[in-house]
């Protein structure tokens, strides 16, 4: 047998040697693949009993039950303002679990309409849902607007100028307004506070209130004197418990409400001129 041969031989075991660690690894990959569903989606699928997936969609209201007075059981209901899914969890839930908000659940099929899951994602806010989902929900037209437009956080904050002046969100149930929580030590924070100045230099009853997150009062204090003071109102959450009550994980944060005491809008990381045109003005 000449060497070419040889050669020849080896190169197409290799390439058959391949081709099956190729075939074994997307066999592999597809056992353990866990498609995402909307409960209307989950219900008109040929999803078999006890196959993995994960369901997305909004907490029902009133449907948290926990049934054996045990902290670490619970079900709840997963729906998409249509269709239900009954979750059944043991575990742990997260601590911004909570009714009307977007969650993920992680499981195993049990009934065509009952998950027994194994993990649970949840967020104060909607805008935790999985773009996918988020879109199938708006594209099925299942998405409630509703659920974005909360109410504010019950929460009261000492000025950080004067600590016997308290604000509170009953004293900005009645007003649109522009909260903004911001720090010193936020690099973003910088980068978005001209056109806040630039709002209130346009819309000077626009209430726009700063709460200084996690931040030390001298501090804070000299960055606005240095950068400028676009607020009506500072207020201090030293601690992160009134960021907490808002699903404040990162700063920037700001969010706009209006007259009925509603968060009508939310953004994460720095406003953008774009934002301040198509998002805030128009509600201005």
Not at 30 to 43: D, R
Not at 159 to 164: N, P, V, W
Not at 179 to 186: E, L, T
Request: aromatic share 10%; with cysteine; charged share 25%.
């Amino acid at each position: 047998m000449t060497i070419q041969i040889q050669r020849l031989i080896i190169i197409l075991l290799s390439l058959i040697l391949i081709a099956g660690a190729v075939i074994l690894i997307l066999n592999n990959s597809k056992k353990n693949l866990i498609f995402f569903y909307t409960p209307s989606e989950l219900l008109e699928s040929d999803l078999q009993i006890n196959q993995k997936v994960r369901i997305g969609g909004f907490i029902k209201k009133s449907s948290i039950n926990n049934k054996l007075n045990n902290s670490h059981f619970i079900t709840f209901i997963i729906t998409d303002n249509e269709k239900d899914i009954f979750v059944e969890y043991q575990g742990i839930l997260p601590d911004l679990f909570r009714e009307e908000k977007g969650a993920v659940a992680e499981g195993y099929l049990i009934k065509k309409n009952k998950l027994k899951a194994e993990k649970v994602f949840a967020k104060h806010d909607e805008n935790y849902m999985p773009a996918s989902i988020k879109k199938q929900l708006k594209e099925n037209q299942h998405w409630n607007n509703n659920y974005s437009n909360e109410k504010i956080p019950e929460f009261a904050t000492s000025s950080l100028m004067d600590e016997t002046i308290i604000l509170s969100n009953q004293d900005i149930n009645n007003k649109i307004s522009l909260i903004n929580f911001f720090a010193s030590w936020c690099a973003p924070c910088k980068i978005e506070h001209p056109l806040f100045i630039e709002l209130k230099n346009r819309f000077p009853d626009l209430l726009i209130i700063g709460i200084n997150y996690k931040d030390k009062k001298e501090d804070a204090i000299n960055f606005l004197n240095k950068e400028g003071n676009p607020y009506g109102f500072i207020g201090t959450d030293y601690k992160g418990n009134i960021g907490l009550e808002f699903d404040v994980l990162v700063l920037p944060k700001t969010f706009l409400t209006n007259k009925q005491g509603e968060i009508i809008f939310k953004h994460v990381g720095p406003i953008t001129k774009e934002i301040v045109k198509n998002n805030i003005i128009p509600f201005l």
